[in-house]
């Protein structure tokens, strides 16, 4: 199974976010219920890099995330970004019942300010690299953030756009 960025971010949706080992778990079942395929690890990591680039997943670190089993876990969550439009792929629907994940509830806020905090890292590789059709991809994606989430990226978009004169 080659998930797109939004199949990817379908899957991390129905649970409310899923660490990466959490995923392929995920991804496999739904694999082996739609056709009986499996998971290309390589190809997932690439899927969510890409995924992340792309900000259709975010990754968030709680501070204090249970495991199935009860312990805690430092493993950040994936989960669905705001340039996401999350669809769960074949065979994927029945998933949060066979896999034992509590269903999660990031905190919005601490969310919007992870994405905040990634956006500026991009914008900055961007700009330094003078890369203007990343400039204009993050122009886009700056106000998806700002609808996704409670931040204001005003001063990084008018610093993109600088960057573009």
């Known amino acids: 199974m080659n ?10 949706d129905l649970f409310g976010g899923l660490t990466r080992a959490e995923l392929e778990r995920a991804l496999s079942e739904a694999a082996f219920r739609a056709d009986g395929g499996d998971v290309d690890s390589d190809a997932l990591e690439t899927g969510i890099d890409r995924a992340r680039e792309s900000f259709a997943l975010v990754a968030y ?3 204090e995330q249970p495991t199935p089993d009860g312990t805690e876990s430092d493993e950040p969550l994936l989960v669905a970004g705001p340039t996401a439009f999350p669809t769960v792929p ?18 919005r806020e601490a969310l919007g300010e992870t994405v905040r905090e990634e956006f500026v890292a991009a914008a900055d590789a961007a700009v330094d690299d003078g890369d203007d059709d990343r400039i204009e991809t993050l122009l886009d994606v700056s106000y998806d953030v700002e609808t996704w989430a409670p931040v204001d990226l005003a001063d990084e978009r008018a610093r993109l756009e600088a960057a573009l004169e």
Do not use: K, Y
């Open 3 to 12: 998930a797109t960025a939004d199949e990817l971010a379908g899957v991390v």
């Open 61 to 63: 670190d709680p501070l």
């Open 90 to 107: 074949e065979g994927a629907e029945d998933v949060p019942h066979i896999l034992d994940i509590e269903p999660r509830r990031p905190d």
